[in-house]
């Protein structure tokens, strides 16, 4: 399956932003859909999953109650609404799906798009 990200901009600090992420087959139901982020000099960490429904989701501490992730299956497409954001916030943003009924942060994705960049300035 591939992924392509989409949505990334340079915004200011306190604004919203939603990211996209469209994969090329409907096997993406069956999948995890994540977000990783890496900032400038630092590894990539964990932001955000949802199960194959949504209806399960998981945050990292630092963006929970500001992202909320979601997915529409019926489009093969995954979605990260990003609020409040705060100059920590800048990354390259990447969509990343695992083979799993939930999350398993020890395995391996399956698949990783190539990043959307988000930037945000105070």
């Known amino acids: 399956v591939q992924l392509v990200e989409s949505g990334g901009a340079s915004v200011q600090a306190g604004d919203s932003l939603r990211l996209s992420c469209a994969a090329s087959?409907?096997?993406?139901?069956?999948?995890?859909m994540t977000w990783f982020r890496q900032a400038p000099g630092k590894e990539r960490e964990f932001v955000a999953a949802?199960?194959?429904?949504?209806?399960?989701?998981n945050y990292a501490d630092s963006v929970l109650g500001r992202f909320t992730i979601s997915r529409d299956n019926a489009k093969n497409a995954g979605y990260l609404e990003m609020n409040s954001l705060k100059p920590e916030d800048t990354a390259v943003y990447y969509c990343?799906?695992?083979?799993?009924?939930?999350?398993?942060?020890?395995?391996?994705?399956?698949?990783w798009g190539k990043g959307t960049l988000v930037t945000v300035s105070s």
């Open positions: 087959e409907r096997t993406f139901s069956s999948y995890v």
């Open positions: 990343a799906i695992q083979l799993s009924a939930e999350f398993r942060p020890t395995y391996g994705m399956d698949s």
């Open positions: 949802a199960n194959w429904s949504g209806g399960r989701t």
